[in-house]
């Protein structure tokens, strides 16, 4: 029965986020050069490039609808004749991309990425027009498959196992409206909501698609999901208080167990992850014994290692989890929320002041290296002659 409404589900979800690309593969070429004039000596003009470039109110289900064949190509250099003996170059072809895109060839070798409106990059170049030193013939423009990878940039990404409760966080800490089921169920597609706060700042934060064990290895939606933590600011894990179990087949977790699988699959999928801000929301606390098992979890995250010992290496992260803040809530019931909401900007804050003044140490390192000190002539220097 479960196995049938999962599937019924699946198919609900699949229809609701249907508008939501997150990759997708185009056909770039360059455009071919202009003939040369070998009696004149002329020459002929380039072909045109393929640029991607950013542009905010653009989306890559946009650019899907709008080009169904997914082709770019630009417009081939003009011909060199005795009106103008240099052809002029072909017309650029341009892609416009939203942000936080990162682009790369087909085998994965990563062009560069699109974080800002107006940023751009070059992806086919064109051909060059024929000359004298091509016996007056062109050469073809640049013909390759690249991708158009999204990476959600949200301030916060919610992490946890499918039923932690993280749609219904997100839902009561926002106005977005995801999915959620009693059941072990994950979230097909990203969810972002708005936090608002009274002074009209706004958090972003991303309900992403549910991790499994064995999501570093590619299984379930494994690296569809890992990829959208690498560009969220900072980390939220959700627990269950009452730990969690797929399947009957699947080893029952507990809460602690929970949050050193998470941190492992992380650790293994990119050991950078981990060094974002990460706060540690217990959800659920609401149901039957939550206290008494919130104190057991939390002397167990004090004493990782000795708490940990029983487990078999591949559960326990390397190195110890820390956390910013551990704040137990509850979804359903409201409770815990005002203080998670303040948790969550105030490590946001935090983390822009010292982003802030680390791009200013860079900047200034940066301006002492470009002053040079000025040089003396040798028969000006005492220690030069």
Request: glycine fraction near 10%.
């Amino acid at each position: 029965m479960i196995t049938i409404l999962l599937l019924i589900f699946c198919r609900l979800d699949f229809h609701k986020y249907g508008n939501f690309v997150d990759n997708i593969r185009l056909y770039v070429r360059g455009g071919c050069g202009g003939m040369g004039l070998p009696r004149l000596g002329g020459q002929g003009g380039n072909g045109g490039d393929v640029w991607v470039m950013a542009k905010n109110g653009v989306t890559l289900k946009q650019i899907k609808d709008k080009h169904p064949d997914k082709r770019f190509t630009a417009a081939v250099g003009s011909n060199s004749s005795i009106h103008a003996l240099r052809g002029s170059k072909g017309e650029d072809a341009l892609i416009f991309s939203q942000t936080g895109i990162c682009v790369t060839t087909d085998d994965g070798r990563i062009i560069g990425e699109l974080n800002n409106e107006g940023d751009r990059l070059l992806v086919a170049r064109g051909g060059h027009g024929g000359s004298l030193h091509s016996g007056f013939l062109p050469s073809k423009g640049q013909t390759r498959q690249i991708r158009l990878d999204l990476k959600l940039i949200a301030d916060v990404g919610l992490v946890g196992f499918p039923n932690a409760g993280k749609s219904s966080l997100l839902t009561a800490l926002s106005h977005a409206k995801p999915k959620i089921a009693s059941y072990p169920f994950t979230t097909l597609r990203p969810e972002i909501g708005k936090i608002t706060y009274d002074d009209h700042r706004q958090v972003s934060v991303a309900d992403l698609p549910g991790l499994i064990e064995g999501a570093h290895v590619n299984k379930g939606m494994g690296h569809k999901f890992l990829k959208h933590v690498e560009r969220t600011k900072q980390i939220m894990f959700v627990v269950d208080i009452c730990g969690f179990q797929l399947a009957s087949t699947t080893p029952v977790r507990s809460a602690f167990e929970t949050v050193l699988l998470l941190t492992k699959e992380l650790e293994l999928y990119k050991e950078e992850l981990l060094s974002k801000p990460s706060i540690l929301v217990i959800n659920k606390m609401d149901l039957p014994e939550a206290e008494d098992k919130l104190r057991e979890l939390q002397e167990q995250l004090e004493n990782q290692q000795e708490s940990g010992r029983h487990l078999p290496d591949d559960v326990k992260p390397r190195s110890p989890v820390h956390f910013t803040n551990i704040v137990p809530v509850s979804a359903s019931t409201g409770f815990g929320l005002s203080v998670l909401k303040s948790f969550i900007r105030q490590s946001l804050e935090e983390q822009d002041v010292i982003q802030t003044e680390s791009q200013r140490s860079e900047r200034l390192l940066k301006l002492r290296r470009q002053i040079s000190s000025p040089s003396l002539p040798s028969w000006g220097n005492p220690h030069l002659v």
